[in-house]
């Protein structure tokens, strides 16, 4: 069974940091590349960042240039996303995604960042 499960969220200061983990399960995490999205109040779920398959090199969205840092660690079958310098507007939900022909989406992690 393909299970994703997301931790590290929480309530944080504008300015500060938070770091966000998936703990993949089920299936050969070396083989897929994997990505973080999130929901925010009201909007459509946005992707966020992706690390890719074959060598790990990861791309950003708008959404995440600049201040987030996908990392995977495919002993440990973890993806990472640090978020550094929050914002108000980075409260939402952050999801942990599989992408591919069988998707594969984690139940998500509340972050809230206060002004």
């Known amino acids: 069974q393909v299970q994703l499960v997301e931790s590290g969220g929480g309530l944080v200061q504008a300015g500060g940091s938070l770091k966000l983990s998936c703990v993949t399960s089920g299936f050969e995490f070396r083989d897929y590349g994997m990505s973080w999205w999130r929901q925010r109040p009201g909007k459509d779920r946005e992707h966020v960042a992706t690390?890719?398959?074959?060598?790990?090199?990861?791309y950003y969205t708008r959404a995440g240039q600049g201040r987030f840092t996908i990392s995977r660690d495919n002993a440990q079958n973890a993806i990472y996303l640090d978020m550094n310098r929050l914002k108000p507007e980075d409260t939402a939900v952050y999801f942990c995604h599989r992408p591919g022909p069988e998707p594969a989406w984690g139940q998500g992690t509340q972050v809230t960042v206060s002004s």
């Open positions: 690390s890719t398959r074959s060598n790990g090199h990861t």
